[in-house]
């Protein structure tokens, strides 16, 4: 069994992103960790950072416990992830401590700052996750690098309005149900979105988007990945694998 380490910047992001397939990953036995860069503390108009940060870090630990998955998040301020020293000293120390086979974090790509940094964090923690030299508390160096995958991004496109490539697709539909009760979970965000967004349900829109993600790949309800693979990160079909049956390829 797999120890699966997924991060992303805020506590909604992994379960409107790939919540069907940690919840498939967690239900075949794999260890599964949840890690948010950032506690979300802006995504309130209603309550104090403080308050709203406290708010949506129980709101994650509920959607992780949905799937008897671990929760962290990193501490990072929300709109303040940035790809320096300390924070990727962090990012690697969380690594290290997890120890995980596959990390699965968000596109390098994305509409939201916080996300494209803490993709580019990601990638580069792996890498220095097995470097001794590279000091960041506790935890020892791992023996390699970690294989790693990319999310979609929110939309599944760039800046631009382009289509982001993924390179294959989960079949979620048997675990749809337990994404949406992850998705549940996030009760502060229905008024948010609506206000910063204009999105009017939340969990209507996560459902058109995983619908919209399924029609690509021929099937119901689908999530989407590709695999990092310049050299020297691992090539190796992990993931993939795990997937078993679930696995589209395009
Ligand atoms: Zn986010």
Known sequence: MATVLAIH???DDLDIL?????????????????ATATAGEGGSAETSPQE?????LAEAAASA????AEHRCLGFPDLGVFNDDPSRRAVTELIREVAPDIVIT???VDYHPDHEAISLLVRDACFAAPVANYKTGSAGALAGIPVLYFTDPIGGRDRDGTR????FGVDIGRHYAAKRAMVAEHRSQVA???RQHGIADFMADMDAWTRRVGADFGVTYAEGFRQYRHPPYSREASLQHYLGATLINP
């Not at 397939?21 to 075949?28: E, N, R």
């Not at 416990?65 to 008897?68: D, H, P």
């Open 18 to 34: 790939a919540g069907g397939t940690l919840a498939f990953l967690s239900a075949t036995g794999h260890r599964v960790v949840m």
């Open 106 to 108: 968000g596109s390098p």
């Open 65 to 68: 416990a949905q799937i008897k």
């Open 9 to 11: 910047a805020h506590p």
């Open 52 to 56: 709203t940060a406290r708010i949506r």
């Open 192 to 194: 948010w979105v609506a």
């Open 164 to 167: 982001v490539p993924r390179e």
